[in-house]
T-cell receptor
Framework: DAKTTQPPSMDCAEGRAANLPCNHS???????VYWYRQIHSQGPQYIIH???NNETNEMASLIITEDRKSSTLILPHATLRDTAVYYC???????????FGEGTQLTVNP | EPEVTQTPSHQVTQMGQEVILRCVPI?????FYWYRQILGQKVEFLVS????????KSEIFDDQFSVERPDGSNFTLKIRSTKLEDSAMYFC??????????????FGPGTRLTVL
């Protein structure tokens, strides 16, 4: 599996954009980048995924660098309810498992 | 919006007892998964299931564990003889399909298993 590296914690002010970085320098050409989040001990919640192009949905935007060695998840207007652990996962092509790391604890402050 | 549901939300059992955790995946999904999260630790993959067969399992998923799709809607995880270290949150997930690296898995809320 391609390993990912994320900062352990980040803070963001409510209403501002939260930019969560992820390094995945060993990613293979056909491996996808997935982002999930987990609020307290709830089930992980899917946010977005991408291969090489930038992606946007109603929750977030995903910016993947041209060399695909890193990506950034952007929550455009963070709210208190976005406080969670955010996981960047490189999805292996040969199997079905998601391999979760430690993630980034994002705290949105009022 | 369709959701994965899990029952019970909390299960307490005595060591050595059998437990069955239940999940109802999203209705048109074909791939099913179990993960677990021991308190304070990472979410860990246990098993994936497709077409009534295990398609992948982790080293955690030993002979004490089994999965079944007993009918068209439920997906179960059985632990035959629970140990203290089985205490964890167990998450079920499902996805529509698996196409070489892209299968968006949707997770249920989890069952908290406490083994005494």
């Amino acid at each position: 599996d391609a390993k990912t590296t994320q900062p352990p914690s980040m803070d963001c002010a409510e209403g501002r954009a939260a930019n969560l970085p992820c390094n995945h320098s060993t990613i293979s050409g056909n491996e996808y980048v997935y982002w999930y989040r987990q609020i307290h001990s709830q089930g992980p919640q899917y946010i977005i995924h991408g291969l090489k192009n930038n992606e946007t949905n109603e929750m977030a935007s995903l910016i993947i660098t041209e060399d695909r060695k890193s990506s950034t998840l952007i929550l455009p207007h963070a709210t208190l309810r976005d406080t969670a652990v955010y996981y960047c996962i490189v999805k292996e092509t040969s199997g079905s498992r998601l391999t979760f790391g430690e993630g980034t604890q994002l705290t949105v402050n009022p | 919006e369709p959701e994965v549901t899990q029952t019970p939300s909390h299960q307490v059992t005595q060591m050595g007892q059998e437990v069955i955790l239940r999940c109802v995946p999203i209705s048109n999904h074909l791939y099913f998964y179990w993960y677990r999260q021991i308190l304070g630790q990472k979410v860990e993959f246990l098993v994936s299931f497709y077409n009534n067969e295990i398609s992948e399992k982790s080293e955690i998923f030993d002979d004490q564990f089994s999965v079944e799709r007993p009918d068209g809607s439920n997906f179960t995880l059985k632990i035959r003889s629970t140990k203290l270290e089985d205490s964890a949150m167990y998450f079920c997930a499902s996805s529509v399909e698996w196409i070489a690296g892209t299968d968006t898995q949707y997770f249920g809320p989890g069952t908290r298993l406490t083994v005494l």
